[in-house]
């Protein structure tokens, strides 16, 4: 079983920055994809952003600009570095990655970012 575990999230004022971390348990030289979704109460999971194998990064509309998807291979981390937090940024993000070997999604459990002044 492949394991995600995600640090970093807390509160933060408007306009301020955090950076999420997503460790996993399998190398991740072997993705297809991984990516970083969010869950604002009351509303549906979104994509934010994600990064494929061969490097390319997606962002969505709401986070151009502000976010920005990275990975560390030699640690088997994928990072959110979040800059210019808005409140309507606040959710529970996840971790998910898709790896080339056995082409299944996997979830980490979540950490809450709150910004709020």
């Known amino acids: 079983q492949v394991q995600l575990v995600e640090s970093g999230g807390g509160l933060v004022q408007p306009g301020g920055s955090l950076r999420l971390s997503c460790q996993t348990s399998r190398s991740i030289t072997t993705i297809y994809t991984m990516g970083w979704y969010r869950q604002a109460p009351g509303k549906q999971r979104e994509l934010v952003a994600i990064?494929?194998?061969?490097?390319?990064?997606n962002y969505a509309d709401s986070v151009k600009g502000r976010f920005t998807i990275s990975r560390d291979n030699a640690k088997n981390t994928l990072f959110l570095q979040m800059n210019s937090l808005k409140p309507e940024d606040t959710a529970v993000y996840y971790c998910?990655?898709?790896?080339?070997?056995?082409?299944?999604?996997?979830w980490g459990q979540g950490t809450q970012v709150t910004v709020s002044s």
């Open positions: 990064i494929t194998g061969g490097g390319g990064t």
């Open positions: 998910n990655a898709k790896f080339m070997v056995d082409f299944q999604n996997y």
